[in-house]
């Protein structure tokens, strides 16, 4: 439902809400780390040199990522940014075979061949490259990466990555009201409310997301995660009236064939463990 909402804020730059997120995430971070008893793991983490680094690194990964997703709503390329969530977990496949020295299986091999061929077809039919999805796929790629290397739990690194964030988008907030620019103060009530429920909107999916992994098994949370593509392009198709033409159809169609043999082998090696 995430593009339903940034779409009400469609009319402020991307860079502006990015910096919203920000500020306003630390605000909600902090409440519900205090409420969870978690504000000791969070000094504990701030004092830990190599979490501190790789919090850093993955907070500047997924600020990226925060504004390519909030430009492709406002600039009516959701269909692409579910593109990008659809073959995100096949790049997390990528990633810990050249990263981590992980040798994929035979299906999923074939998985990356297809979304490796669907994302071929976009960039045939649209006459270059889904820069919108490659971006958000890389980008969650690569935070999935260092968050799994990092040495904390994902409420308390959630936190960390916000207060290295929130300063600098005070400052760019600080300067957009010392230059008469930004939203604040020149908009309406309901739009200064949605800005300020930006941090809710950045911390309660995932508060919820990790009590959820906590109750379910792993298979499940799996495929619980392909829900917000699927909403994010049936939202651009039927809501927003995006174009979805035989060629768009034909590259979804390879990424949900590698999804599906993607699925199929770790339903198999989970059942070998």
């Known amino acids: 439902m995430a593009p339903l909402y940034w779409r009400l804020l469609g009319g402020i730059d991307a860079l502006e809400l990015v910096a919203h997120r920000t500020v306003w995430g630390l605000v909600t971070f902090v409440a ?91 960039a045939v039919h649209a006459g270059g490259l889904p820069w919108i999805a490659l971006a958000l796929a890389c980008s969650f790629g690569l935070y999935g990466l260092l968050r799994k290397t990092a040495p904390v739990e994902a409420l308390v690194g959630s936190t960390v990555e916000t207060a290295f964030m929130a300063p600098l988008g005070l400052t760019y907030l600080g300067y957009l009201a010392a230059t008469g620019g930004g939203a604040l103060g020149h908009t309406d009530v309901a739009t200064h409310v949605l800005l300020v429920t930006t941090g809710l909107v950045t911390a309660v999916p995932l508060v919820w997301f990790t009590a959820a992994a906590r109750r379910l098994p792993l298979s499940t949370v799996g495929f619980l995660q392909y829900l917000a593509p699927t909403g994010q392009f049936l939202s651009a198709v039927l809501l927003f009236g995006e174009p979805f033409a035989i060629g768009d159809l034909a590259a979804f169609a390879c990424i949900w064939a590698g999804l599906a043999v993607f699925s199929i082998d770790l339903w198999r090696a989970r059942g070998r463990v």
């Open 32 to 122: 519900v780390s205090a409420v969870m008893g978690a504000l000791p793991a969070v000094a504990a983490a701030l004092r830990d040199r190599r979490a501190r680094r790789a919090l850093a690194v993955s907070g500047v990964l997924l600020a990226c990522n925060w504004g390519v997703f909030i430009h492709a709503v406002a600039s009516h390329h959701v269909l692409h940014a579910s593109l990008g969530y659809f073959i995100n977990p096949l790049i997390s496949v990528v990633l810990g075979m050249v990263v981590l020295g992980e040798r994929p299986r035979r299906l999923q091999w074939l998985a990356i061949a297809l979304a490796t061929a669907g994302v071929v077809q976009v």
